[in-house]
Structure formats: C-alpha cells, structure tokens
C-alpha cells in the first residue's frame, strides 16, 4: 500500500511537471500558493525569486529547486508498477516522461 502511494504521487508529479513544461506554471503549486494566499495572505514563493526559477520546480514551487533530485529518488517506486501492469511499453511510457522531466528539472 505504502509504495502504491509512491507511485501515485510520483506518477502525479511527473504529469504536473510536464503540464508546467507546456503551460508555464505547475498547477499543483500554483492550487497550494493560492490556498495560502486566501489563508495567510502570504504567498509560499515571493514573485521576485519565483522569476529567477530557470527549470522544472513542478509541485515543490520555484523557491526549492530539488525537484529533479526529489523525482529521480522517487522514480523507482513509479517504473516497477508500471512495468508490472502495462509491461515494457508501461515502462517505456513512464521512463520517457520521468526522464522528459528529469532533463527539464535538472
């Protein structure tokens, strides 16, 4: 169950990651800094420095660049089940986004 959840926040990561290389921004941070706006009235990544972010920051915003590092460690837990129940194409699906998202990430 545990490693079940792994995959399902990798495997969401990883799709929110390539929305934001499309769109620009990602929407899971972009729903969190909003919902702390409305909270707090304090954003979660000052507009200044959040223009400095020069790669992917997917869920974790653009003030903590470790996506990339955070998503390769976490990879793992996404390719086996996927290999698991799609087989090789799964795999290969799953490798190509992770990997997509890994080079834009850094």
């Not at 903590?64 to 996404?78: C, D, R, T, Y």
Request: aromatic share 8%; net charge neutral.
């Amino acid at each position: 169950l545990t490693f079940g959840g792994l995959a399902l926040i990798t495997g969401a990561w990883t799709l929110d990651a390539l929305v934001q290389a499309l769109a620009g921004t990602s929407p899971w941070f972009w729903s969190l800094e909003h919902l702390k706006l409305a909270v707090s009235g304090h954003a979660l990544c000052p507009a200044d420095e959040a223009a400095l972010a020069d790669r992917l920051s997917g869920a974790l915003g653009p003030c903590n660049l470790k996506f990339g590092q955070v998503l390769a460690s976490l990879s793992p837990f996404l390719l086996l089940p996927m290999a698991r129940r799609f087989g090789n194409a799964g795999w290969l699906l799953a490798a190509a986004a992770l990997g997509c998202v890994l080079l834009l990430a850094g």
